[in-house]
């Protein structure tokens, strides 16, 4: 396992508590510590410290959004927030810190007002519809950022 050199924030919004219980159907039967487990885990094989935390207020996301600016990423999973939440889009457009928005179902395939994201302007990109494997190309798409940006010598 490589050294954890880069940190990323994971956030979860309201109701991913309910994994594994809420809709089967569309968000699967894996709770969310098992997500966090497997999310921590490959980010772990790739060198990074991943962090998650899941709220239901969007307040205390909007407080884990500015606690971003101290991380290398953020991924965070806005759920009922991200048709509706400015505040949301404003406290992501706050750091300086790159973020991918990323959902476990394809908005595009569900309810017609679920299909505008208010955050997602907000953010580097979107991943969406892949289930747990949205998170993990998330990280992929950071490290690859992180990998890049390491790798540029410094100019004087």
């Given at each position: 396992?490589?050294?954890s050199s880069?940190r990323v924030l994971?956030?979860?919004?309201?109701n991913?508590?309910?994994l594994?219980l809420r809709?089967?159907a569309v968000?699967?039967?894996?709770?969310?510590?098992a997500?966090?487990?497997r999310?921590?885990?490959y980010g772990?094989a790739?060198g990074?410290?991943v962090?998650?935390?899941?709220t239901?207020s969007?307040?205390?996301?909007?407080?884990?959004?500015h606690?971003?600016?101290?991380?290398d990423?953020l991924?965070?999973?806005?759920?009922?927030?991200t048709?509706?939440?400015?505040a949301?889009?404003?406290a992501?457009?706050?750091?300086p810190?790159?973020s991918?928005?990323v959902?476990?179902?394809?908005?595009?395939?569900r309810e017609?007002?679920?299909h505008?994201?208010?955050?997602?302007?907000?953010?580097?990109g979107?991943?969406m519809g892949l289930?747990?494997a949205?998170?993990?190309l998330?990280?992929?798409?950071l490290?690859?950022n992180?990998?890049?940006?390491?790798a540029e010598?410094d100019?004087v």
């Open positions: 396992m490589a050294a880069h994971v956030l979860h919004g309201p991913l508590d309910r594994g809709e089967p968000y699967g039967t894996m709770t969310l510590d997500l966090n487990e999310i921590e885990a772990a790739r990074l410290a962090e998650c935390f899941q239901n969007q307040g205390a996301l909007i407080d884990a959004i606690r971003a600016a101290g991380f990423g991924v965070v999973n806005p759920a009922g927030y048709h509706t939440s400015v949301l889009h404003d992501l457009l706050s750091v810190t790159p991918i928005e959902h476990l179902s394809n908005l595009y395939a017609s007002f679920r505008t994201s208010v955050t997602a302007a907000a953010c580097s979107v991943i289930g747990p949205s998170y993990e998330a990280l992929e798409y490290l690859s992180f990998t890049t940006n390491d010598p100019h």
